[in-house]
């Protein structure tokens, strides 16, 4: 009987109500995907600064190198001479170096080949990342035709590759400058990792300096123009170094001019406090759009009271207690709640991948659409109790209707 009362009354305003769990849905939907997108940022952040401790590349913005080194978002402005990766190698407290060699993109899409060593994949007994499939690089064996390639989930995945296929790399994204006698062959394909190492092939720095070895003379001026790395030169060295090494290289390279070392830490805190910024911007706009929103619900609310006085006043005076017109009210609140948290935690996911695409594009940062957090069941209960707040007032001016004043 009660629970047919609260459907009828919602019901008897269906455009009302529509429009209110419209826009609680969206002020819970921005809270959401927010919460989400910061926690996974934060998240991917911490993974990529517990392996390396710096980079190094040529003289450019710290916060380019990290990037481009630690989520593969671009090729740097300028290259390294292979000698800086081995000396860097050398210098005492120095546990790993990995050099990285930007390549091409693999023909007609827009997942990039990069080129490094085994030492990314392993360093001595510790393995960073398994192979589900095949094998890693192993010794470079000097071809001018072609090389092997290890792929990321996300690029296995999405082209259909598998161990023993085949493809070309290009210049550019959109298959220009193609090499067409230059092919890589997947010799494995990596454990999904759901970060930017999923999106990327990598094959050796030396099959980088072969592939543009036998290019045409106009391509090997573009490959200039583009800052390929060609025989002799890298783009970054990712490196991990105890405290000896970190006193070390800051020693070596912290006033040097013609390379920058960047503390992967740092910068990303740096870059971090700047994406805290743009989000407490945000977080503003979507606190106008939660008050906006909830003020809809308690105004909807407050109509709907005065407008049933009469049959509340009925009610009453066939018998209903004023606790189970309170409870219809909050009823009505809740299932409008109900609906717009079930409708945002839905469309949330549709959101994160979407917002997770733009983040790859700008950042190289792996957005994982079905990932939660408990930060998000706060967001929907405190919304619960925030609804249930605006519809107090409206639910106690029913309570206190008086059945004499409205049956006149």
Not at 114 to 121: A, E, K, L, S
Not at 164 to 179: K, L
């Amino acid at each position: 009987m009660l629970l047919r009362f609260v459907k009828n009354n919602l019901l008897a305003k269906p455009l009302r109500n529509v429009l209110v769990v419209i826009s609680c849905t969206v002020s819970i939907l921005l809270m959401l995907i927010m919460v989400n997108v910061s926690a996974q940022v934060n998240d991917q952040f911490g993974i990529s600064t517990e392996r390396y401790t710096y980079v190094l590349g040529g003289n450019c913005s710290e916060t380019d190198l990290v990037l481009d080194g630690l989520f593969f978002y671009d090729m740097p402005k300028k290259r390294l001479p292979f000698a800086q990766y081995e000396q860097i190698k050398g210098i005492d407290g120095v546990v790993a170096a990995v050099p990285i060699a930007m390549a091409d993109f693999i023909t007609g899409t827009t997942y990039r080949v990069i080129g490094t060593d085994d030492t990314f994949f392993a360093q001595g007994d510790q393995i960073l990342y398994k192979t589900a499939e095949g094998g890693y690089l192993g010794e470079w064996q000097h071809q001018t035709t072609g090389a092997d390639v290890v792929l990321g989930s996300a690029v296995a995945d999405s082209l259909h590759l598998g161990v023993g296929d085949v493809f070309t790399a290009s210049h550019s994204q959109d298959a220009e400058g193609e090499h067409a006698q230059f092919a890589y062959t997947v010799v494995g394909i990596l454990e999904r990792t759901n970060t930017a190492v999923d999106n990327v092939a990598y094959t050796h720095y030396q099959a980088v300096w072969a592939s543009h070895a036998e290019a045409p003379e106009e391509e090997e001026e573009e490959a200039e123009e583009e800052n390929h790395a060609e025989e002799g030169f890298i783009h970054l060295v990712l490196v991990a170094a105890n405290m000896t090494g970190m006193n070390n290289l800051m020693a070596a390279y912290d006033n040097a001019t013609a390379v920058t070392l960047a503390n992967t830490i740092d910068t990303l805190h740096d870059v971090f406090s700047l994406f805290g910024d743009a989000s407490q911007i945000v977080l503003a706009i979507i606190v106008i759009v939660i008050i906006m929103a909830f003020n809809m619900l308690f105004l909807a609310m407050f109509t709907s009271a005065g407008e049933r006085r009469r049959d509340v006043a009925i009610l009453r005076a066939l018998g209903s207690n004023r606790g189970k017109i309170l409870l219809t009210m909050l009823l009505e609140s809740a299932v409008i709640l109900t609906l717009s948290c079930l409708a945002a935690w839905l469309l949330s996911f549709a959101g994160l991948a979407i917002v997770g695409g733009t983040f790859t594009r700008m950042l190289g940062i792996v957005i994982i659409p079905t990932r939660l957090y408990v930060s998000e069941l706060y967001i929907i209960l405190g919304s619960y109790a925030v609804g249930l707040v605006a519809t107090l007032l409206p639910a106690l001016m029913v309570y206190n209707t008086e059945p004499n004043r409205y049956l006149r």
